[in-house]
């Protein structure tokens, strides 16, 4: 256990922290997992399923005597938890997040935590469209990003330790500064989700006009977005209202882009669309490249075999 | 081969036609398929794969006594080859098309085609973001929508016959008006593309100052846009071209749900973004129901398995 820690606490046990859970327990990377979630159902789902080692009735309590808490809440939630662990934290833990906002987070942990116990706010990038504690598995982090952003006079040697725990769940860790953070996440996720999340709510609107036709024949590039916009609304709320200035940024190109294309159709400038359809080609390129996805054809999704197919 | 046809002409050998040709043989549905492609690059490489049993020089020469003429080329290019292919048809042919908008090719095509012969559109609601005659494959069709817009006074029988050899592919057909399935195309597969251009447009404007982190940390959300946007140029430009009034009506409806979500996150409604985000879950469920994605997370793509990923 080179890599792991003997006490490990979980607050919150949705898709990230019981993926962690799964993820401890396979490569052997926590002597004990405690466990809490503010929803009672949530809590007896996880002692239900064995989740965790142990289920706490407090956050208070799952942070008692651990080596690593990670905070696993929305990031609107991370600023009330923090103030209600911090008297229990055992002095020299480390205390992480997997918010996907970090400035905020920096602003409404901080704060509340007494001095030597080391903060590292982190962010993995993965996830899926489902929430909750059956969500969670093993290998949701292999291969995929884990974002540090350890702030100014962080302990070297704390955050090299929590980076080689994440690793050990198969994830490519790597540090970025908070703003960049969240400016980087604007443009990857979340101004994305926004625009999921609208054109999935246009559809919504007209669905009541063409009786269900929407749905029904969805194969092509809208299904995409519906599974974007499918995932956690309190999550995405917090999200988008600590994330708001590099949103709104973000937000603003598009359109300036969008009012651009949307003049080349009306205008009939077939020229333009063609260069401008030819170059976000070459981006897709790049993503491959970079093994952040697979080149399969509809990401491997497909139909069956032939033979399954009969 | 009840549901075939003697000999099939294919004209355009994209991904539609060679996976037309893949699952023809693969159901034995046609005696002969004979396929014409205006790049003489395509025509030899579908030689060298034996995609069809005869590579033609010219459409005039692959439409020559075919029972089954396919217009599988961009919505832009239907009308010159329409009036190309027209003296050549046999008599009682039926000529079907592929294309992602209907209007536009009724009206290019129909003027063209002679007395005797049978114009059926159609539109498969099918395909990946690849392209060319290699990226085709036999399932593309199966359980997948087919979408037939006959003309009125079109012969019962001869639409009867189409559809049952669609059948054959694999495809549930359905039958729709015109327009309407223009309307209908647009909310569910035109704007999302559009907007997915749209938005990978904007990280590479971006990506130039971050330092392909755009790419690198494309994990969540994007990745998803740029298989959208990685999509066909040619095609994508004749359907925004062709379809532009209704592009522009579900844009517009776009734009000002995109505003008011916007406005949210500038003003903190978090109450207004959570109930909007609930709903679009709702529609996700809908579309999952309706058998038109997996319910899997992540598509079923995910991580590898805990063995693979040791």
Redesign the interface.
Known sequence: MSAGFDRVALIGLGLIASSMAHAMR?KGLAGEITGYARSAETRETAAEIGLVDRVCESAAEAVAGADLVVLAVPV?AMGAIAAEIAPHLKPGAIVTDVGSVKQAVVEAVAPHLPAGVQFIPGHP??????SGPR?G?????????W?LTPLEGADPVAVERLSGFLAGM?ANVDHMEVA?HD???A?????????????????????RV?H????????????????????D??M???V??TN?EA??D??G???E??FM??RA??M?D?EM??D??????A?????IE?G???AE??????????EA?E
């Open positions: 396979w609107g990038l993965a996830g899926t469209e489902h969500s598995f093993a290998t949701l982090f292999v291969n995929r990003w974002l198969g960049r400016l980087v996440l443009v990857v996720s979340h101004t994305p989700h926004l625009i999921a999340y609208t054109m999935v709510g246009v559809a919504d609107h007209l669905r063409t269900e036709e929407v749905i029904k024949y969805s194969a092509s590039g809208f299904r995409d977005f519906t599974r974007i916009a499918a995932s609304p309190t995405w709320r917090d988008f209202l708001r949103t709104l973000i937000l190109r598009f359109t882009e969008l294309l949307q159709i009306r009939g077939g669309l063609f401008y359809f030819t170059r976000t080609r981006i897709r390129r790049g993503i970079a952040q996805d697979t054809p509809n990401f491997g999704r497909g139909a069956p075999p032939p197919a």
